[in-house]
């Protein structure tokens, strides 16, 4: 755990006030729901929640089946990083924070087809090796809160419609999934 030096009082309504520098940071929004976690010590930990990343495993799981029927390379997102990879080096894409092109398909809730007119666009911050060529948010009782991303075959081929439906089929279901 890293100290920040920033101290902060409770107020009479039990609320706490996390600095615009931590939020912006962190990736944390209005309306984001944060998981408590204390310790014996008088610790208190706030942690940014991720549905998507409660279904670790099972997402994991999925992306490997997509990835076969689809034959390209598959990752499922939560709203800030890569959550499940399969087809492509995890290394590579695993736990890295998701770019803001994605971030942006996400917060729009619409799907993402690579096309002439549309380019493909990165997954992760700071690398355009791996482009997606279809994403669909996954939506959860009306908020994203994650996507599924389908890799781009090359800079030339666009996703066919087998491709997109697969990948929005994945999306829907994993939204009806959580809890």
């Known amino acids: 755990m890293k100290a920040t030096g920033i101290v902060r009082r409770i107020d009479d309504l039990g609320r706490v006030v996390i600095p615009k520098e931590i939020r912006r940071t962190m990736r944390i929004r209005e309306g984001d729901p944060l998981e408590i976690f204390t310790e014996s010590d008088g610790t208190v930990i706030f942690k940014k929640y991720s549905p998507i990343g409660e279904l670790g495993e099972f997402a994991r799981q999925y992306a490997e089946a997509l990835s076969k029927a689809s034959g390209l390379a598959t990752c499922i997102s939560d709203k800030d990083t890569i959550i ?38 990165s997954i992760i911050e700071d690398n355009d090796n791996h482009k997606a060529g279809v994403v669909a948010p996954i939506i959860h009782e009306g908020d994203s809160i994650g996507s599924v991303v389908l890799l781009a075959k090359s800079e030339e081929e666009n996703p066919t419609d087998t491709e997109t439906k697969l990948v929005e089929v994945a999306a829907g279901f994993l939204g009806r999934t959580i809890e």
């Open 84 to 121: 499940a990879v399969s087809g492509v080096s995890k290394k590579e894409l695993s736990d890295k924070k998701v770019s803001p092109q994605l971030e942006k398909i996400m917060d729009d809730k619409t799907i993402f087809v690579a096309n002439p007119n549309n380019k493909k666009v």
